[in-house]
């Protein structure tokens, strides 16, 4: 008797919303656990829980749902095909991975690693990759994906307390330049940082700035900073 053909790798009912997400926090060996101890399915599974993955894939020829197969020669003993037309795609499909042919669990381990500000050369020793160029692309890769949330999510700060407490917020700017050698004048041109931070958490916004009169300076501390904080210049 053939088995029931599956359509997603969980149940949708299981998938972390987003809030879920960024409250979970996982120790070394919790995360160890959940995918260096399991086989590749466990793992997947543990993507797909945490939307790294897609759960389900839609055939681009006959926008029907395809199937979660097993295959022996697919780079992770896994793949999407749909039973029309057997047109097929990688569980990497969509997501980050999808370029890479590096084991998934080795990824999962260097993001982490890399996110507690682990040396590049210590990841390597653990996951014995012998490429430097492909920890440094890794490595720029992720902060890219940083910069990139972190523009689409300028964050704010200030404000007032739930208590009424009014928060202080100082700004100030800053000329940053590479001197060559580390020796001699520095050069004339350079990049000024407009920036600001919250003086009882330490929360902060940083800007790179082309002119700092009020003009420019102004609509970015109405983006960044809550009504009613006191702003300081320090």
């Known amino acids: ?39 590749i399915g466990q793992t997947l599974r543990w993507l797909a829980v945490h939307s790294l993955i897609a759960n389900s894939m839609v055939c681009p020829l006959c926008n029907v749902f395809m199937a979660y197969d097993r295959r022996a020669r697919a780079r992770d003993r896994r793949e999407w095909k749909c039973r029309g037309c057997n047109h097929s795609r990688t569980v990497r499909h969509g997501s980050f991975f999808a370029r890479s042919k590096l084991d998934l669990v080795d990824l999962i381990i260097m993001i982490y690693k890399w996110c507690d500000e682990i040396s590049m050369t210590s990841i390597m020793r653990e996951l014995e990759w012998t490429s430097w160029r492909t920890m440094v692309d890794w490595a720029n890769f992720c902060r890219d994906i940083c910069v990139t949330w972190v523009n689409n999510n300028p964050p704010e700060i200030g404000g007032i307390t739930l208590g009424g407490d009014v928060l202080e917020v100082e700004v100030d700017e800053t000329y940053f330049f590479k001197r060559k050698n580390q020796v001699g004048r520095p050069p004339r041109i350079g990049l000024w940082v407009f920036g600001g931070v919250e003086r009882e958490s330490g929360k902060c916004f940083m800007q790179i700035v082309a002119r700092r009169n009020a003009r420019t300076l102004e609509p970015i501390i109405e983006q960044h900073i809550l009504p009613g904080t006191i702003v300081r210049k320090k």
């Open 1 to 39: 008797m053939n088995a029931p053909v599956r359509h997603r790798i969980v149940d949708p009912a299981v998938i972390f919303t987003r809030a879920q997400v960024l409250g979970t926090f996982y120790i070394e060996r919790t995360l160890y656990e959940a995918v260096r101890a399991g086989n």
